[in-house]
Nanobody
Framework: VQLQASGGGLVQPGGSLRLACAAS????????IGWFRQAPGKEREGVSC???????YYSDSVKGRFTISRDNAKSTVYLQMNSLKPEDTVVYYC??????????????????WGQGTQVTVSS
């Protein structure tokens, strides 16, 4: 299984980026896919999750600014990030096996974790 994240980069505050997670080795249709982020020295934070049925969930920190979507035909999940803030600066990872519980996004212990893409929000 491979999860390849792309689309990160440098953007000014208030700007937008779209991340993509290309999956191979799995049939994406059957999986919940999520985005997590982790800053150095901090715990991983679940940012967003889309179920195999396309239900969507967001952390409070990104709700209203980020939108997750999926294209099963392309085996790709997207994260549209708008109104970016400096505190969004971090490495973003896509994962399988995410779920939402009490407005917090988690990953199941048997989920896959892909390589990350760096997002930097700075003027």
């Amino acid at each position: 299984v491979q999860l390849q994240a792309s689309g990160g980069g440098l953007v000014q505050p208030g700007g937008s980026l779209r991340l993509a997670c290309a999956a191979s080795g799995i049939t994406l249709d059957y999986y919940n896919i999520g985005w997590f982020r982790q800053a150095p020295g901090k715990e991983r934070e679940g940012v967003s999750c889309i179920s195999y049925g396309s239900s969507t969930y967001y952390s409070d920190s990104v709700k209203g600014r980020f939108t997750i979507s999926r294209d099963n035909a392309k085996s790709t999940v997207y994260l549209q990030m708008n109104s970016l803030k400096p505190e969004d600066t971090v490495v973003y990872y896509c994962v399988t096996g995410c779920y939402n519980n009490a407005n917090t996004i988690y990953q199941r212990s048997n989920g896959y974790w892909g390589q990350g893409t760096q997002v930097t929000v700075s003027s």
